[in-house]
């Protein structure tokens, strides 16, 4: 059964950055395209960004040129670096393991990010 753990958000301020990490377990992570999303308050989750297998990443409009996804598949590691950071930006952050086009598991914890002067 996968299990995601979320880590590395924190409170930033506008124009700062952050690195997100989602280490995952009981699953072959590299057999996984996988895909952070984030919901902030009062809405339903949203897609930032995704990477497959092969690496091939793609970016939610909001976000392009800014925040960077990325996956390290020996350490069984996925990462969101965040550059740039907005007050919309503002949001518990998760990521998910996708196989098959199906999403698997179910959503963790997420790490909040929270982006204020």
């Known amino acids: 059964q996968a299990q995601l753990v979320e880590s590395g958000g924190g409170l930033v301020q506008p124009g700062g950055f952050l690195k997100l990490s989602c280490f995952a377990s009981?699953?072959?992570?590299?057999?996984?395209?996988m895909e952070w999303y984030r919901q902030a308050p009062g809405k339903d989750h949203e897609l930032v960004a995704s990477?497959?297998?092969?690496?091939?990443?793609n970016y939610a409009e909001f976000v392009k040129g800014r925040f960077t996804i990325s996956r390290d598949n020996p350490e069984n590691t996925l990462f969101l670096q965040m550059n740039t950071l907005k007050s919309e930006d503002t949001a518990v952050y998760y990521c998910?393991?996708?196989?098959?086009?199906?999403?698997?598991?179910?959503w963790g914890q997420g790490t909040q990010v929270t982006v204020s002067s």
């Open positions: 990477i497959t297998t092969s690496g091939r990443t």
């Open positions: 998910r393991a996708r196989l098959g086009g199906l999403l698997v598991g179910s």
């Open positions: 009981g699953i072959r992570f590299g057999a996984y395209d």
